[in-house]
């Protein structure tokens, strides 16, 4: 499989032409490479030099990313961009990146996988961003606390970035939009959504949440965004000959 034909098998099921009017990403090839077929990829949530030089170790092939490095008007080529290209073209790897069409991807998406770790039952799209839903809302199977929810997303017991417990102790229903995405939050008041979950907060929305009651978590950006990568990957492994790697480089953030 060359880099082309990888393209292609992802168009197949991400929308990543459907939604480039809404999304800032450059979705899709990002940095190009031989036309040797690949034999690896790489996949990370970020495309800095740190993931750049550890797949280019690992004799990845490919980098697959969530965040890619090229994003509205066209940037110029200098300083870490420049460098960061450089480790690409020195080690013949491609960069592919998938953001918005990765969010919210209904089996594959970071919101998804967010949804079935919770085990969240009775699912609807949520989370208008240019009048696409980007997330999903539902009832939890099991309900529970917010530290408990907290736990489970947070695998490796690190704290939440942010908890606003505004709404009901036990949490029946729950709305996710992974990534920085604090002021979706304010279209699940008045829909009977006890909280709200995703990676980044902001002053801007604390008393409406507040005035609301609805519980707020912010998970981290890094911690929300993981999960549609690894099942891409495993999508990857299960569906080509291809070998594959995760690199974890967590922000903290």
Known sequence: ?????FDLWCRSF?????????????????????????TKIAFAVDACAASIDRAAVAGADLLFVHHGMFWGPASRIEGPM?????GLL????????????????PELGNNA?????????ERKPFGLYHGVSIGV?????HPRSADELIAAILSDNSSARTLIPAGPKIISTVAI????????????????????ITGEPSHSVYHQIVEGGLTFIAAGHYATETWGLKAVEAKVKAETNLQTLFIDLPTGL
């Open 177 to 196: 939009v992974s990534g920085g995405a604090p002021f979706e939050a304010l279209q699940a008041l008045g829909k009977g959504i006890d909280a709200f």
């Open 82 to 86: 420049l460098e960061r290209i450089r």
């Open 137 to 141: 809302s539902g009832r939890l199977k």
């Open 14 to 38: 991400l929308q990543i032409d459907e939604l480039r009017s809404i999304d800032d990403s450059l979705n899709g090839i990002q940095v190009g490479r031989s036309l040797k077929p690949l």
């Open 113 to 121: 996988q967010l949804a079935n770790l919770l085990q969240l039952e």
């Open 90 to 105: 020195l080690a013949d790897m491609g960069l592919y990146a998938c953001h918005l069409p990765l969010d919210m991807h």
């Open 1 to 5: 499989m060359t880099l082309s034909e």
